[in-house]
């Protein structure tokens, strides 16, 4: 997991979250125990004593992944693993985990259409009417008024006729039975939507698909769409605008 967010799940202050770049070395301390970790080592150094571990930290696009076992034991927590519902359960020492259920697919789906991101799942159901689960803190199940987990499928209300549906990290979009395109969930650095929000200036949408920072369009004329966070710009805007080198191709 990305070091910061399981150190502060973990309840470490973020001022207690440190890296040294130069020798890739990150550094947690939580009341009396500091656990080291360096980026490619299996060593992890408990207060100053060295474990080996089967896991070794990592580097992708600049960011450190912790082996969120390790990490979490060194620090006091009992790991377990429930294989029904496939989940991975963290609970101080001596508190038992609570059996933890899969939550139930909808029913009826029909010809439904099937997407998940990084801590949530969305169903297009065959009725053109959409349902999730899984995480609202970013506004992934577009709750305005709740940011809590929902373990079990609810409708995600103000999307019309759903024909296509994609999702990436905490980011859905979805294209209606008109060909316009919505979106709801959060784009890192830029913009948090708690609704679903039409995005104007494009129509005749028939694919889509869900990065990180945005989602890119296929429309019926066969020309390829982006609506990105232009990260570089000066004024760091969202931005609507087609691939010129994707031309012609077949929805």
């Known amino acids: ?149 929902r373990p079990s499928p609810m409708p995600i209300a103000g999307v019309p006729g759903v024909t296509g549906l994609a999702a990436s990290s905490d980011l859905t979009a979805a294209i209606d039975t008109a060909g316009s395109v919505w979106w709801w969930g959060w784009i890192p650095d830029a913009i948090t939507m708690n609704e679903p929000q039409k995005l104007e200036g494009l129509n005749d949408a028939k694919m889509l698909t869900a990065a990180n920072r945005g989602f890119y369009i296929l429309k019926a004329d066969g020309t390829v769409w982006q609506y990105v966070f232009a990260r570089y710009r000066p004024d760091s805007a969202m931005e609507l605008k087609p691939i010129p080198e994707l031309q012609g191709l077949r929805p």
């Open 1 to 149: 997991m990305p070091v910061r967010y399981l150190a502060l799940a973990l309840g470490v202050p973020a001022e207690n979250i440190q890296y040294a770049a130069q020798t890739r070395t990150v550094t947690l301390t939580k009341r009396d125990v500091t656990v080291q970790l360096q980026v490619e080592s299996n060593t992890i150094m408990i207060n100053g004593t060295p474990r080996e571990v089967d896991a070794a930290p990592s580097l992708r696009n600049g960011r450190v992944f912790l082996p969120a076992r390790f990490v979490s034991e060194a620090l006091g927590y009992a790991v377990t693993f429930d294989s029904t519902a496939k989940a991975i359960i963290i609970l101080p020492p001596g508190q038992e985990p609570e059996p933890v259920s899969a939550p139930a697919l909808p029913t009826n789906l029909g010809q439904g259409l099937v997407t998940a991101g990084r801590s949530f799942t969305m169903v297009a159901k065959g009725d053109g009417t959409v349902v999730g689960w899984g995480d609202s803190r970013y506004g992934q199940l577009a709750e305005v008024d709740n940011h809590e987990s």
